[in-house]
Structures are given as structure tokens and as C-alpha cells.
């Protein structure tokens, strides 16, 4: 049976090794990275859980602004209590368990969270071969980001909570 709940500092290890099963290490968050947003962000850190083994994640801080910029993947800090817009700065599905709805799960579970909240927004950045699957999930797409992280052509996707 599959769980979702808060992020662990034991869970390190196994974000690390479905981070970089899921993205290009220009693009993985590393494991400092993830240190910071255990350390920082916790109450908007997900991960999925089957069997004791960690399946899936999902995480990034509130901020102040719209849309994500670079600057977020290098300085987290702590959520305000209420408002704001929450990002999504990773959300990652260890391949083996890709196509189960456990990436929406995740999203639904952040989503919860951000609505208690009384955040405005999810948003996020994406490649364009995916903007469809956010689409499909209540996201609109917004347009091309600024970001440029990974080399990457970004696109801004955003949901109202409102």
C-alpha cells in the first residue's frame, strides 16, 4: 500500500537516487539541495512511500512572486505561515512506478497543503512535452519562463487556488 506523507531527514539517500533515476544531473537537485529543503521547507516536502521504499517526491518553498526564477534552486527559505504562492520546484517518480497516478497523488497532496494555507497559486516550471499532463491537472500554461536552469527551455505553469 502506497502512503504520501511529510519528508524525513532518513529519506536523503532514496530522494537522491529517484532525483537523478528522474532528471539530468544538470537538472537533479543535489543532496545539498535537498538537505536545505528538508532543513527549510518540510512542511511542503511529499514523498510517496510503497513497502518501506520511497517511490516518489515533491517539494518547493512559497514565495512571493507569480512564477519561479533561478535564484529559488539556490536560496530556500522558510514558508510564511499563510499566503504566498507555492512552488514546485521537484516532483519525481522513481521509474519503476511511473504511469500509477502517483505524480498527481503528490500534487493533490501539495495542493491540500497550499490550500490551508491560503496560497494563491501553484506554480511551476516545465518542459514543454509536458505542459499537456499540467494542463490536464487544472494547470494553465502561462508562457515561457526566465529560467534557465539546467540549459533548459522552461514553461511557466500556473493553478489557481482561489
Partial sequence: MMIIRHVEKLDLDQLVAIENMCFTPIEAATREAFEKRIEKIADSFF?????????????????????????????????PALGGHQTILGLAVAPSAQKRG???????????????HQRETDTLTCLENLVSFYENLGYVNKGLSSSKHGGEVWMNMSKSLK
Fill in 47 to 79: 514523498v510517496a512511500q510503497e513497502d518501506g521504499a520511497l517511490i516518489g517526491l515533491v517539494n518547493g518553498p512559497v514565495v512571493h512572486t507569480e512564477f519561479i526564477t533561478d535564484e529559488l534552486f539556490a536560496d530556500i527559505q522558510e514558508n
Fill in 102 to 116: 502517483i505524480a498527481k497523488r503528490l500534487l493533490q497532496k501539495l495542493e491540500e497543503q497550499a490550500t490551508k
